[in-house]
């Protein structure tokens, strides 16, 4: 069976040092799928390696004296690269300690996003460092105040529309590759006459894999993060912890404001879209250490048509 895993931030660290820990911890996790004979394809976000990236080009909102000013797709493509060889490299190892015979590759992924997607009109996405109001002010970008943190730097975060390197992607999965693809949610860029170029935006890496999941016709999309299964009533005394769903129920569950936007809603929607688009298709959402008994049924939350 083909399984789109998405990885939550949990598997990853904001350090190099860091993120080559959590990278073969997660490993441990994964190679385990893929020796129960699953095909595995692998996606990642980059939220805060992105803004990481930017903000070395940068002192102040200003470019950097030092180096030249880098668009923010090309810092997206920077993080798919050291997150890509993190992870790759820490499969790569994995396998061989378990005597698996399986390569590993990871592709640069661009995205396409339209320019006219009305996120472009009002930026969501947080990114990079906090700033005090009067430092905000100063700066050359959209700021917005984040959870009573400080303010940071906003960019758009426009829906998925094609994987361009979808054919590619397709025929390394089908000669056995593990694959690693979509970091971050894709680098996104847009079509201009006959040439796609980079835009400044982060894509949502849920909606991406759904987009993946679906076009490479999987089996299973597994979105990875911190929790072992969705709740509904969420710390409240009626709260209720949801094993199999059907898409039905939750989109119901959706628009009752069950599942925040900055948390669970997208992983909904994306899981949602991905099952209801085929035929007896799996999403299962769960936590990293628990991948391979949800897949096994017997714990996270499975949806189902």
């Not at 059907?246 to 949602?272: D, R, W």
């Not at 799996?282 to 499975?302: F, N, P, Q, R, W």
Request: aromatic share 6%.
């Amino acid at each position: 069976m083909r399984v789109v895993i998405a990885l939550g931030g949990n598997a990853l660290g904001e350090t190099p040092e860091k993120q080559k820990e959590m990278a073969r911890i997660t490993s441990t996790y994964i190679v385990p799928i893929i020796k129960r004979g699953y095909d595995v394809i692998l996606t990642h976000g980059n939220g805060p390696q992105v803004g990481l990236i930017n903000l070395a080009f940068t002192e102040g909102g200003k470019v950097n004296p030092k180096v030249y000013a880098m668009p923010f797709s090309e810092c997206g493509a920077m993080s798919q690269g050291y997150i890509g060889f993190h992870l790759q490299n820490a499969l790569v190892n994995e396998l061989l300690k378990e005597n698996v015979k399986k390569d590993v590759v990871s592709i640069t992924t661009e995205v396409e996003v339209s320019e006219n997607d009305s996120a472009f009109l009002s930026p969501t996405k947080p990114i990079g460092s906090f700033y005090s109001k009067e430092e905000a002010e100063k700066m050359p970008y959209v700021m917005k105040e984040d959870s009573g943190r400080g303010y940071r730097r906003v960019i758009a975060s426009p829906k998925p529309v094609k994987v361009l390197e979808m054919d590619a992607i397709k025929k390394m999965n089908e000669s056995g590759y593990v694959v690693i693809t979509c970091g971050g949610g894709g680098i996104p860029v847009v079509k201009r006459g006959d040439e796609y170029q980079g835009i400044d935006a982060v894509i949502d890496k849920d909606y991406a894999s759904s987009l993946l999941a679906n076009d490479i016709d999987a089996d299973i999309l597994m979105i990875l993060t911190a929790i072992d299964s969705c709740k509904i009533n969420f710390n409240k005394p009626n709260e209720e912890e949801l094993g199999v769903v059907t898409v039905l129920e939750m989109k119901e569950y959706n628009l009752q404001g069950h599942f925040h936007a900055g948390s669970m809603k997208p992983k909904i929607e994306a899981c949602c879209d991905f099952v209801s688009k085929g035929k007896d298709r799996i999403a299962i959402i769960t936590s990293i250490e628990k991948a391979l008994d949800a897949l096994d049924g017997k714990c996270g939350t499975k949806i189902i048509n």
